[in-house]
């Protein structure tokens, strides 16, 4: 963004030119932009928050359920349960022979190490898998596929599929087939259920579950013998339970996943050794199948079963002891690699974001407190007996007070100048106005008042045409729709009792308060720029005097070329050239002025969109402050640093600290997630407790807060976001005329506003 790339408009335009500029005001692709980024952080953040679902510790849902609807010859039969015409048939692992299977993995560091046990000692396992596993590790599903293994399913998400609907039964086992055939280019006929193990834990609720399933194609595969290692008992009595009776054979259960696996790395090639030892041979699903098929046809060919799932044209696996498995074709192997391109990048995003988000949470935090330290030091230095900016300032002072259109408020505001306690002049600059503004500010007769009227040429040019007319040396800076208090004046101009201040910041309260948009605005202006104020005053760095009240030194603002154009921010543009120039710039904090802030939130959009891109225009135009040497250069080698951190990439990343806190109670811990929410929030409300002390505001409002940090603070980020965008973009932005009520009266000696 250079001098030239952002022109601002004229601050004025004639109504149906103000029509065209809401129109314009949220450009349709840059809305659309947004909308899409964010929809794309939402899809991932599901996902990363779908693929982590817990892996439980093998306890079932419901317990003690009726078996009534089983058959008897599935609750007494082998543990490899299929179903052909529709009729349930089991069978059993023939005798002296041992099927390794493993749940719940695969996992990126037990799963390997038990392949390679498994490798070292020359024996098959059959791995059941979980969907969300196989999509975040599918380099570990390809080994195990290629080293020989048979792989089954165990669903996505290691749900009790005993109580979900059809609809999530399929989609439970689809995801799954999709993962297998984007991680190893296969699909398989194996299933074991999340929860289950001997045939006799088949009640009511799972049996239509396994019925479906059979119907499918697909071979559900139970356990004679559990190895309990999930119970971590120790090696000896992981051994112990895993070995069959009397010779027989059996589907022994281990897992490579879902916890602490050392004891079953340390128990599975002792039991293997161990199996050998008594004439044990190992097989797979498929090859415990095989075997037992071919004694009962007494030697018959096997063939495939039919219906089986995704096996449509497709061919076996040249290996026998990988008979469950099918080449995926051609629709669902693209279909798996795009699933797992998805998981790869929530992978990679989720984690990156949430490191990120921890900077900017530790730096948020870290601001408030500096903020505290700060603006309480800022307190008791500025309120000691003995502090003094010097010589009392006792001179004349111009005030100048740009209006365009301002019937509404112009007579409330030089009224309240016009009770000021301090010697001054009133320089009305219209600026093109139509509703008879000048007309008005003559008709109050007011002494002391003098209307300049000009051409439309926006702000800027009015606030540069009024210091030329001024006769003082130092000027007081106003909105048209701003009233100060009697002392006001008089409490800006103090500073400049030091040579060394070129500019004051006045404190600007919110008038029209009483509404909630108002309060909350109020709550902004009282924590949010007041209380930096202190902090940015006692560092010397400053970034912005607030076109409600500021002052002056004329020849400091003549000598930095008035206020410019360049930038739609002409407060902030200014204040940095003065630090630029080598002027102090400071803060008076019992100066306030009241000033009516946007009553409806589309009017606020519009001025927090032109302050946040102004604002960063004003930074880029002065970026080589971060170059100057001496004291011209302490804006660009402190206020600077602070002002990109603190106002644009916080805020900007701001709002991923809630949807990953929302993120956080929906897929990790509730409980934990809104207590630490409630933490950030105790914290905001302790900076601002203190901020409305400082500035002896009423308490009340702080009940507000809560409420502002749920809706209002979002928008403020959608704002700045929507900033990033167009200054990213090189959209062009306008000056936006905000429509003004004037109720914000004459303030009464200290009542305040009233």
């Not at 396994?210 to 499918?216: F, H, N, P, R």
Request: proline share 5%; glycine share 8%.
């Amino acid at each position: 963004m250079n001098r030239n790339q952002v022109r601002p408009q004229r601050r004025h335009a004639t109504p149906s030119r103000i029509e065209r500029v809401r129109r314009q005001a949220v450009p349709k692709p840059r809305v659309i932009i947004a909308l899409l980024l964010l929809l794309g952080l939402v899809s991932v953040m599901l996902l990363d928050g779908y693929l982590r679902a817990e892996v439980g510790n093998d306890q079932r849902v419901r317990s003690d359920a009726s078996a009534s609807k089983v058959p008897d010859s599935v609750l007494d039969g082998g543990p490899f349960l299929s179903f052909q015409g529709g009729t349930a048939r089991t069978r059993s692992v023939p005798d002296k022979t041992i099927v390794l299977t493993f749940d719940d993995g695969p996992d990126p560091e037990w799963t390997q190490k038990v392949l390679d046990i498994l490798d070292d000692n020359d024996v098959p396992g059959t791995f059941f898998l979980v969907g969300s596993m196989v999509s975040r590790y599918p380099d570990v599903v390809r080994r195990m596929v290629d080293d020989g293994n048979e792989v089954g399913v165990h669903t996505f998400t290691h749900v009790d599929l005993s109580y979900q609907s059809a609809a999530r039964v399929t989609r439970e086992i689809a995801q799954t087939q999709l993962a297998l055939a984007g991680a190893a280019g296969i699909t398989t006929t194996l299933f074991r259920a999340p929860y289950s193990s001997t045939n006799d834990a088949i009640d009511n609720y799972s049996w239509p579950v396994y019925k479906k399933l059979g119907a499918m194609g697909y071979t559900s595969v139970f356990i004679d013998t559990d190895s309990e290692d999930w119970q971590q008992p120790g090696v000896s009595k992981i051994i112990k339970w895993a070995t069959p009776k009397s010779g027989k054979g059996a589907s022994v259960l281990f897992h490579d996943a879902g916890g602490n696996r050392a004891q079953t790395l340390e128990a599975l090639p002792q039991y293997i050794k161990k199996m050998k030892s008594k004439g044990y041979t190992f097989t797979t699903v498929s090859g415990a199948q095989q075997q037992a098929q071919g004694q009962q046809a007494q030697g018959q060919q096997t063939q495939a079963p039919q219906g089986t799932p995704g096996t449509a044209g497709n061919t076996l696996q040249s290996n026998p002891e990988q008979a469950a498995h099918r080449t995926a074709d051609t629709a669902t192997l693209w279909e798996g690699r795009a699933l797992l391109g998805a998981v790869a990048v929530a992978e990679w995003t989720v984690p990156g974001l949430a490191a990120v988000l921890a900077v900017v949470g530790v730096a948020v935090l870290g601001r408030f407190a500096m903020m505290l330290v700060l603006a309480r030091r800022h307190y008791r230095q500025r309120n000691r007996r003995r502090f003094s900016w010097g010589p009392s300032v006792t001179e004349p002072v111009s005030v100048i007070v740009p209006a365009y259109n301002e019937k509404e408020c112009i007579a409330n505001t030089l009224n309240s100048l016009a009770a000021s306690t301090h010697p001054i002049e009133i320089v009305v600059v219209d600026d093109g106005s139509t509703d008879g503004t000048a007309e008005i500010a003559e008709s109050l007769g007011l002494p002391n008042v003098r209307v300049i009227r000009q051409p439309n040429a926006g702000k800027p040019a009015a606030l540069n045409n009024g210091v030329r007319h001024a006769r003082y040396d130092i000027v007081v800076m106003m909105d048209g729709d701003t009233v100060f208090e009697p002392d006001t004046v008089q409490r800006l101009v103090q500073p400049f009792g030091d040579p060394e201040v070129g500019a004051v910041a006045g404190n600007a309260k919110v008038g029209n308060r009483t509404t909630m948009i108002g309060a909350w605005q109020h709550i902004e202006y009282v924590m949010g720029f007041n209380l930096d104020r202190r902090m940015y005053d006692l560092l010397r760095c400053m970034p912005t005097i607030p076109g409600a009240i500021g002052a002056f030194r004329r020849d400091a603002v003549l000598g930095v070329g008035g206020m410019s154009e360049d930038t739609l921010a002409e407060d902030t543009d200014i204040t940095i050239a003065l630090h630029r120039a080598g002027w102090r710039v400071v803060y008076a904090e019992h100066a306030r002025a009241w000033t009516e802030a946007p009553a409806s939130l589309g009017q606020l959009w519009r001025q927090r969109y032109r302050w946040s891109y102004g604002t960063m225009q004003a930074l880029w135009k002065h970026r080589k402050s971060v170059t100057d040497r001496g004291p011209s250069g302490r804006f660009g080698r402190v206020g600077m640093p602070l002002v990109v951190l603190f106002q644009i990439v916080t805020p900007v990343f701001a709002p991923l600290i809630d949807v990953f806190t929302v993120y956080a109670m929906i897929f990790v811990d509730f409980k934990a997630s809104l207590l630490a929410w409630l933490a950030v929030l105790l914290v905001q409300l302790v900076c601002a407790g203190y901020a409305f002390r400082l500035d002896r505001e009423r308490y009340r409002y702080l009940l507000m807060l809560p409420l502002q940090q749920i809706a209002y603070r979002q928008l403020m980020y959608l704002v700045l976001i929507h900033s990033c965008v167009t200054a990213a973009t090189g959209g062009r932005l306008r000056w936006q005329k905000l429509k003004r009520t004037g109720e914000v009266g004459t303030p009464a000696p200290g009542t305040g506003v009233r």
